[in-house]
Each structure stands twice: as C-alpha cells, then as structure tokens.
Nanobody
C-alpha cells in the first residue's frame, strides 16, 4: 500500500508565503516524478510544478519565479515553497507521484488527499 500524506496548507494574505510538504510511504520500490497539481472551484486540475527522479523541474508559467519545488530523495518527500501568493493561487493542492510499488510490475499514479490553500486579498 502506497500513501501520499500532505501538510502545510492554510489561509494567508496576498503577498505571503506557505510551504507544502508531501511524503510518500508504504511499499515504494522506486519513486519517480513527484509534483503538485491544483484545482480551483469550477476549474480543471492543473500542474503547478513537478520534479523528476534526476532533478529535472517543470513549472506552470503562472507560478514561475514565485514557487519553488524541491525534493528529499532519501525521505521520498517533495516540497513546494510558495512566495508572493496571489488570490488566484487559491485552490486545493494535490500531491502527485509516479511510483513503482514492491511486488507489482510497472509504475502507477498516486495522489494525496489534497490540502486547501486560500489567499485573501
């Protein structure tokens, strides 16, 4: 059983900062790409940032220069440092990982339960 456990969401004023964390646990043989997606009310889920197993990073244009994704490979944990937050960053943020579990062929997509980020103006 593989789990992604998120923490760090909350309410912040515009211009403020938050840091999200997501730890993968359980029968993880190998953890490949880890990242964050978000979904605002009435909108589709979108990629925010992702980091591969070799450190390649991808950001959505809307967060470039404000958000920083990082990863602790030993702890199978991914972080999202969010600075200069804007009201339009308000959404539920979901951790995502591509993981090869022990005992199963191939890799699979796993999602966290989501954490609410609310930015007030």
């Amino acid at each position: 059983q593989v789990q992604l456990v998120e923490s760090g969401g909350g309410l912040v004023q515009a211009g403020g900062s938050l840091r999200l964390s997501c730890a993968a646990s359980g029968s993880t043989f190998s953890v490949n790409t880890m990242g964050w997606h978000r979904q605002a009310p009435g909108k589709e889920r979108e990629l925010v940032a992702a980091i591969s197993s070799i450190g390649s990073i991808n950001y959505a244009d809307s967060v470039k220069g404000r958000f920083t994704i990082s990863r602790d490979y030993n702890k199978n944990t991914v972080y999202l440092q969010m600075n200069s937050l804007k009201p339009e960053d308000t959404a539920v943020y979901y951790c995502h990982a591509v993981i090869a579990p022990w005992g199963l062929p191939g890799s699979y997509d796993y999602w966290g339960q989501g954490t609410q980020v609310t930015v007030s103006s």
